[in-house]
């Protein structure tokens, strides 16, 4: 017997927690004064960086992630312009994740303002699920803030609960049943479906195919001709509510990119930087416990011109020999331009445990020296110590926030001396 012949038929499985405009919600949370004020958050204070959130004051205006601070400014005169805090995000994340736990184990985190919930058995009946939604959103208010709203969703897969949360915003519960399907998704748009974005939704165009009603009509063989493979038929399974198989994932690379402030928009500059990220990067890897046998480097000019030059290297994990590769790299850059951007990948991980550490005294020397460095800054804050070419640009390339990448304190915060309440308490 299936989960969901467990189910008495309604098949709800899965409830998903998606926190509204999260960055701008943390802001208001801890600055009552913007609370009831259109609010934008940005990466730096300049008026030519984009908004990497927007309180819904700011929405009504138009402004969403993505719309330039000059841009957003014409758009709302009386907005205000905050700089991203990533670790306190970070850090209210967590709280979240334990008031969300209080009521219901988190299953899997998906992002740093999304997460899935397993529906128990008793729990799966459509008011009693609908019951635990509002507990989680009670439990989120009560335990981290008034202003930290979210939307949940329910449903029988995974894919469908995360459509469910996005009907209803802000403050949202939306449940689709087995029974609703698919007619309760026909009123949404193609792009309201995860995973479908501009280059899809223009594929799906050029095959006569415009509504979610069209969508859910195909049949998997045409799905998967469409799709050109494999996902095309998850895409089937999961339009009906059942949740298709999820082949295992490995990690294939680790890596950072940063703009440059001006200061640092020299050769000198972007190459201390470029360092910081490697530093960066290699501490990462050797926290999730991988090896990495590949240093890509990316240089983009204030001309829009770019640069880039990648080379293989025996598997390891120490920074020493990952900055070398980079100064390797650096040689062969054009020595014309002004850099403006810098990035940095480590690929071809595999995991440590299947790797064979060199017996070379030279190389056991410097994987020790790194690992004395990671207890050091893990211990004292990071930057306690840190390699002389870091020297000057190891306060740049501050935390960020990536879509699917939630940074670990251990080995992302920017030092010793950063706080991220020292200005909310």
Known sequence: MSERDLTGGHGLLW??????????????QLRPELRGLPVAVAPVMTESTCCIAASYEAKRF????????????????????VEARPPLYVRLHHEI??????????????SIDEMYCRLGLSQREPEAAAELGTAVKRAVKQRVGESLLCSVGLAPNRFLAKVAGEIQKPDGLTVITAEDLPHKLYSLSLRDLPGIGRRMDARLERHGIRTVEQLCSLSKGRLREIWDGVVGERWWHALRGEEPHRPPTRRRSVGHSHVL???????????????R?????????????YCAGGLAVRLSYTRKERWKAATSFPHCQDTQTMIQTLCGLWRERPEDGCPLKVSVVLYDLIPEASMTFSLFP???????LTQAMDDINQRFGNNTVYLAAMHGSQRTAPMRIAFNHIPDETFEADGPESDPLEHTL
């Open 62 to 81: 138009g402004i969403k992630t993505g719309t330039n601070v000059a841009e957003a400014r014409r758009l709302c005169p009386g907005l205000v312009v």
């Open 15 to 28: 409830l998903f927690v998606d926190m509204n405009s999260y960055f701008a919600s943390v802001e208001q």
């Open 261 to 275: 402030p001006p200061e640092f928009r020299t050769p000198e500059g972007a190459l201390a930087v470029l360092t």
């Open 277 to 289: 990220l490697v530093h960066k990067a290699a501490a990462r890897l050797r926290g999730m416990g």
């Open 362 to 368: 030279e190389h056991r020397q410097r994987l020790k």
């Open 97 to 110: 994740l334990e008031a969300v736990d209080s009521v219901l184990p988190v299953e899997e985190v998906l």
